[in-house]
Structures are given as structure tokens and as C-alpha cells.
């Protein structure tokens, strides 16, 4: 079983960055399609984005629209989310999740590992 931890959650204003970080197992960060989802109080989680093995990513275009950048370091075992820009509505448990390389990288159900969530919550 993949354990995944993200951190870099936090309380920030409208128009701020946050970077999210999901650091794993070398096998889990590097040989999987890695996603990170999103979940808003009373909402459905949400694809935000994902990075493959190989490197194509893939966005929730109507969702981040160009403001998020997906990304991916070997060398520390760790997945990035950088988040530019960020509304009140961003506001939710950010989850990263660790998926077979060819699944559906937009379907939540084609990832067997996840990690525990961290909270961002942006001001007005």
C-alpha cells in the first residue's frame, strides 16, 4: 500500500500561491500516474490534475484555468501543485492519489492510493 502525505496547505488570501506537495514512495511518485483532487464542504471531489509517468498532464481546464501547474520531482519522491492566483472557491481539502500508469487519470476511481488531504482555505 502507497503512502502518501501531502503538506502545504494553509490559509491565504484571494490572489495568493500556495505550492502542495504529495511526497511517496519512489515506486508510487514515479512509476504511477499521480492526481491531485480536490472536495469543498457538501461538494463532490473533483479531478484537479494529474502527471503521468511519462510526463503529459492533464488539467481541470474549466477549474484552473491556467493558474495550476502540475509537476514532478524524481529525485525527492514528490509531486507539486503549484496554485497561482487563488479564489475563495479554491477553498477545499486537496488530496493526492497514486494511480496504475494508462488509467483514466480524470476518474477518481482509477486511483487505489490516497493520501490523507490538506486543507486550503482562501480569503475574500
Known amino acids: 500500500q502507497a503512502q502518501l502525505v501531502e503538506s502545504g496547505g494553509g490559509l491565504v488570501q484571494a490572489g495568493d500561491s500556495l505550492r502542495l506537495s504529495c511526497t511517496g514512495p519512489?515506486?508510487?511518485?514515479?512509476?504511477?500516474?499521480v492526481g491531485w483532487f480536490r472536495q469543498a464542504p457538501g461538494k463532490e471531489r473533483e479531478f484537479v490534475a494529474a502527471?503521468?509517468?511519462?510526463?503529459?498532464?492533464?488539467y481541470n481546464d474549466e477549474l484552473v484555468k491556467g493558474r495550476f501547474t502540475i509537476s514532478r520531482d524524481n529525485a525527492k519522491n514528490t509531486v507539486y501543485l503549484q496554485m497561482n492566483s487563488l479564489k475563495p472557491e479554491d477553498t477545499a481539502v486537496y488530496y493526492c492519489?497514486?494511480?496504475?500508469?494508462?488509467?483514466?487519470?480524470?476518474?477518481?476511481?482509477?486511483?487505489?492510493?490516497w493520501g490523507q488531504g490538506t486543507q486550503v482555505t482562501v480569503s475574500s
Open positions: 492519489a497514486a494511480a496504475e500508469p494508462g488509467s483514466p487519470a480524470r476518474v477518481s476511481g482509477s486511483y487505489d492510493h
Open positions: 519512489p515506486r508510487a511518485v514515479m512509476w504511477y500516474t
Open positions: 502527471i503521468s509517468r511519462s510526463g503529459p498532464r492533464a
